[in-house]
């Protein structure tokens, strides 16, 4: 199991000053996890996943990732025809990157070849469950719109295998986990709780081979299959969906194998976010709606200050 390492001292979001505010739902989630453990995870962060598309002339791009609530840590990919994987704060320096498209070769006597182009992304959040996508590429706009996921976002963790998966470990609900797949790590599997009722999770590769397949599952422990399964391939853009109407309270896991023996990132948004197996789960002890009354009091005692 993971041991994740903490930060010595507290840690707030500060709003970004593009936005002016912070939604209140994230407000409130970041509030009651220090309250309840006064530290915030190294290295994960309370956010959004990002899961869309964008359209153009020629075709469409698949964009996934994640990003903090404060917009200061991002990684969100752009799939087509080439891949971009865009880091650093959300519509930074980062987010603009030498063009892949081959520069347009000089076949007239005399003539200079064009230098590469450029391609970059802008990502708008509308409100907490949707953000409107701008791709553009050597003068090529793609349009589209991505859903959101608020709640934590566990980085660069490591699953185990599918009769050992990881435990999942966070101060609130988990809505992402980053991971990255390697010849060494075929199988990345999390032990999460689920409280009852719809579930959706999407899995995402990127940076995957043509020809490379990978099967998405989950299920209870074990076999981490009862539940559903897809298959990611280049005919999906390496993206798939389980989706389980009535899913009964209990524990579960949930993951990606493969046979291949390229080193892809892996992107879990869970649609509808999980409780870590060490976090809340069942039904929450008096004290965590003690701390979430302390919260929404707080921030409206602040809200009214500003008023006034």
């Known amino acids: 199991m993971r041991q994740p390492e903490f930060e010595e001292e507290t840690m707030l979001i500060v709003a970004s000053e593009r936005s002016g505010h912070m939604p209140i739902v994230t407000r409130v989630l970041i509030l009651v996890a220090l309250l309840q453990g006064g530290t915030v995870l190294r290295g994960d962060y309370v956010g959004y996943t990002v899961n869309g598309t964008a359209d153009g002339f020629f075709g469409g791009v698949d964009v996934s990732g994640s990003f903090s609530a404060d917009f200061a840590n991002s990684s969100i990919t752009v799939s087509g025809a080439y891949d971009y994987t865009f880091t650093g704060p959300l519509n930074g320096p980062g987010y603009t990157q030498t063009s892949q498209i081959p520069p347009t070769p000089c076949i007239i006597l005399g003539c200079t070849?064009?230098?590469?182009g450029t391609a970059g992304l802008h990502v708008s959040p509308v409100n907490d469950v949707l953000a409107d996508l701008n791709f553009e590429?050597?003068?090529e706009d793609f349009i589209g719109t991505g859903a959101l996921v608020s709640g934590w976002i566990l980085t660069d963790l490591q699953g185990g295998s599918s009769s050992a998966p990881v435990s999942l470990s966070s101060p609130g609900p988990?809505?992402?986990?980053?991971?990255?797949?390697?010849?060494?790590?075929?199988?990345?599997?999390?032990?999460?709780?689920?409280?009852g009722g719809a579930f959706s999770a999407t899995g995402t590769v990127t940076g995957a081979s043509s020809g490379s397949s990978y099967l998405f599952s989950t299920g209870v422990d074990g076999t981490c299959a009862s539940g559903g399964t897809s298959t990611l391939n280049s005919g999906d853009s390496f993206t798939g969906t389980i989706a389980i109407a009535n899913l009964p309270a209990g524990q579960y896991c949930i993951g990606i194998d493969t046979n291949s023996v390229?080193?892809?990132?892996?992107l879990l948004t869970f649609n509808t976010p999980v409780s870590g197996v060490t976090g809340v789960v069942g039904t929450p002890e008096p004290s965590y709606f003690v701390l979430l009354s302390i919260g929404l009091l707080a921030i409206g005692f602040r809200n009214a200050r500003s008023v006034n």
């Open 113 to 116: 070849t064009s230098s590469p």
């Open 137 to 139: 590429d050597t003068g």
């Open 174 to 195: 988990v809505a992402g986990i980053t991971a990255t797949m390697s010849a060494e790590t075929q199988e990345i599997y999390y032990d999460f709780q689920w409280r």
């Open 262 to 266: 390229i080193d892809p990132a892996v």
